[in-house]
């Protein structure tokens, strides 16, 4: 056994289950938004992985990760979350996500592991990581479940292309995870918009789409370029929106159209979108059959948006000053509609602050989808630390809508 396994195991007194390896079948992890309500629905979720004391899940959209789990009651779990994908202990991007069921509801604690000098690993606490995370439980049966929504406060975000490390493992509430020099097997694991299982030999596919955004009431359209397989002939195919988006959408199946002569195939998935549908992530999946009975499947990721979006992010990383100082921001909002937007952005300060630039501004969008950027320059009093919220009011149409744009003052 190498010396930190051991010293792993006589730390958590020879039961250092974190020493084993975590399974995780699918390693692409596709674009999915939940509803954060306690609640796993059917085809809600992603499945990461599952042992006979505990059922994870795992999926992200843009700015955001998502975390769930089913596991017996008087069990805690335990997400670890290497943010850098380069190895539990390596540098201090490593997060560990702990939930428990306890006074008839979920209880979440949150902290990372700083391995910057890897002889002397050291917990760091993350109270800004739990402030902004969003967690919803319930119980029933002998079992809880528990959905949780984790944004990019102190480590890296979440992105297309990003892989992480993540392992889940269920503990009892008295048994700790302190030991700084335990090893936990992380498995890699990809955000993807897109993934498929079961291709044929040869056989290639990549989405089509002006853009992977749909308003409620709209139309959406994507199209799957299909290259001849090279030893498969393909019988029929079956579209259809899972999950949350389900019944706000149309499903089709078809012959599996004709390949052409220089080897393509186009299936083209068209629907238009419920006025009562949710927002958020939705996963478009195509089933194919072949003539042998293979199974195909192939799976993209699109998002039923609002009319319009908000986006506040801060310039660099400010630190506590013993005077009154400016802090630059910048407020995005994108249009994802082909109407245009006329209306008015605000932004609503904690107490003490002012806006020196950018507090107030027309919302004026002309161009189908376009972005309105408005730079800000924020007037923080002497001494100010912590995390704090800048709310960006857009009033539109009669509505106002109100985003929070976290300020982070080390």
Known sequence: MELTTLLATIALGGNNKMA?????????????????????DDEEWDALSETPELKSYLQWEPGALYLASVAPEGKDVVFSLDMDGDGWLVGKNNLEV???????????SCRTLDATRAQEPSWVSAPWIEQTMTARALNAGGMWSVEVKLLPIEIPSFEMGRTIGVRADAFGPGESTNATDLIRRVSPVTMRFDRSRGLPNGMEWEPETLARNVTPSDNFRIRMNFRRPKDAELERVYCRTMGLGRASTVAFEMPFPEFDRKGRSFVDYS????????????????????????DITIQTSYAVRPTYGVEGKVSGEPVMSPDVQVIDANVMVKSYTDTRLRGKISLSLPSGWAAKKGGEANLMIHQIRGVQKLPVKLVVPAGTQGLHTVMVDVSYNGETTSTPMYVLIR
């Open 20 to 40: 084993a390896a975590f399974a995780v079948p699918e390693l692409n992890r596709i674009a999915l938004t939940p509803a954060i309500d306690g609640r796993l």
């Open 98 to 108: 702990r939930l428990s069921w306890a006074d008839g509801d979920v209880k979440a």
């Open 271 to 294: 629907t238009k979108v419920a006025r009562t549908a949710t927002h958020g992530y939705r996963v478009m999946e195509t089933k194919i059959r072949g003539a042998q009975q293979e």
